[in-house]
């Protein structure tokens, strides 16, 4: 009994030093030197440019910096969620379902705004027309961060953690 008492201690201790860390490099991310705004150069091509209306892409960045100010609070308030239930994600990407009568091109310019491409291009665009749901890219530890932006986004329906699902103790 008291070895099970032991590693609980142990695994909460790392749970926090987890949640501290994601906390901290939520703040660091969206610091006052972070540039949401800017588009990656694969986004600003010509093509990509003429695929998409201007307007709603404007709007999209607009939306980047302003929800820059609530995100470290929801990120906070995800990583305490993840933890006070003990979930895993996978780490590197997460999911967004995108509002119907968005095309398969404006998510990917939707997500080149937040510095993010979709995986396994091939597979969503092929279904991308029945569920509009993507997996998008994300660099390992940014997940929360990144869900947390586009939650605010008037093209996003969802925003979430590419959470595995399992027995818990």
């Known amino acids: 009994m008291k070895k099970i008492q032991r590693q609980n201690t142990k695994f909460a201790a790392v749970l926090v030093v987890v949640f501290l860390l994601l906390v901290i490099g ?22 990509a440019a003429s695929q998409t209306n ?11 910096t302003d929800t820059n100010a609530s995100a470290p609070s929801c990120a906070q308030n995800l990583a305490a969620e993840i933890i006070s239930k003990k ?3 996978a780490k590197g ?3 967004v379902t995108f509002k119907k009568g968005e095309t398969y091109q404006d998510s990917k310019n939707v997500l ?4 993010l491409v979709i995986q396994n291009e091939n597979n969503s665009q092929a279904s991308f027309a029945a569920r509009r749901l993507v997996t998008a890219a994300v ?18 329906v969802y925003a979430g953690l590419d959470l595995y699902f399992g027995l818990h103790e």
């Open 26 to 47: 939520g703040r660091y991310a969206l610091g006052p030197n972070a540039d949401v705004k800017a588009l990656p150069p694969e986004a600003a091509s010509s093509t």
């Open 54 to 64: 201007d307007s709603s892409l404007k709007n999209t960045q607009a939306q980047a």
């Open 87 to 89: 979930e895993s994600y």
């Open 93 to 95: 990407q997460i999911l």
């Open 112 to 115: 080149a705004v937040y510095g």
């Open 139 to 156: 660099s390992p530890g940014q997940e929360i961060v990144k869900v947390c932006l586009l939650r605010s986004d008037s093209h996003v």
